[in-house]
């Protein structure tokens, strides 16, 4: 069974700081995707990344795959009250199996 | 936002009593999923289907049944609901899958709570 761990599991800070949270394994991931999902909605996607090594920004977010493709970060530069929310990440496979395995979550707090 | 529509978005009912859930998406795409979301175990896949009447078992489907008799629609069953499927679920549409690193998009959530 592949298992994603996201850290931390909480993360409180104040609007302005910068953040880094993690997502391991110990499972190689063809694919590695990022969703955030707010309150009493579904998660939303936010980057998809497939290259060990890869770097992709999105605004203030800057995601990287790792380069043996079996953990990832999403850094947050001055962090906005909008960034709050349930972040998870989501690993894809290509061994013929339509599965996502998803993380356990980190849910951020932006204090204004 | 893709067309993904979960009925009924919230349900309270007894333990025993038979359940069943509805994913609608009218953006006729191959592949939909049902996940369970706990606190501390991020999304668990419980089924899901790659086209009309196909469908396979994710790491909780015990307890849970699935059925998709047409593209558009992906039922989520449980027959005699229990305490521990309090939850929150949540259906999904991928175009091709995971293995051309598809996103899924997801519905807004149906809270269940068995009492």
């Known amino acids: 069974t592949q298992l994603l761990e996201q850290s931390p599991q909480f993360l409180s800070i104040q609007e302005g700081e910068n953040l880094t949270v993690y997502c391991n394994s110990s499972?190689?991931?063809?694919?590695l995707q990022w969703y955030r999902q707010e309150p009493g909605e579904g998660p939303v996607l936010l980057v998809t990344v497939v290259t060990g090594g890869e770097v992709k920004k999105l605004k203030r977010l800057t995601f990287q795959f790792g380069d043996a493709r079996k953990d990832s970060s999403l850094h947050i530069t001055a962090a906005q009250t909008g960034d709050t929310g349930l972040y998870l990440c989501?690993?894809?496979?290509?061994?013929?199996?339509?599965?996502?395995?998803f993380g356990t979550g980190t849910r951020l707090t932006i204090i204004p | 936002d893709a067309g993904i529509t979960q009925s009924p978005r919230h349900k309270v009912t007894e333990t025993g009593t038979p359940v069943t859930l509805r994913c609608h998406q009218t953006e006729n795409h191959r592949y939909m999923y049902w996940y369970r979301q706990d606190p501390g175990h991020g999304l668990r896949l419980i089924h899901y289907?790659?086209?009309?009447?196909?469908?396979d078992k994710g790491e909780v489907s015990d307890g849970y049944s699935v059925s998709r008799s047409k593209t558009e629609d992906f039922l989520l069953t449980l027959e005699s609901a229990t305490s521990s499927q309090t939850s929150v679920y949540f259906c999904?549409?991928?175009?091709?899958?995971?293995?051309?690193?598809?996103?899924?998009?997801f519905g807004d959530g149906t809270r269940l709570s068995i009492l």
């Open positions: 499972s190689v991931f063809s694919s």
């Open positions: 989501a690993g894809g496979t290509n061994f013929g199996n339509e599965k996502l395995t």
């Open positions: 289907s790659y086209g009309v009447k196909d469908t």
């Open positions: 999904a549409i991928s175009r091709t899958g995971t293995m051309s690193n598809q996103p899924q998009h």
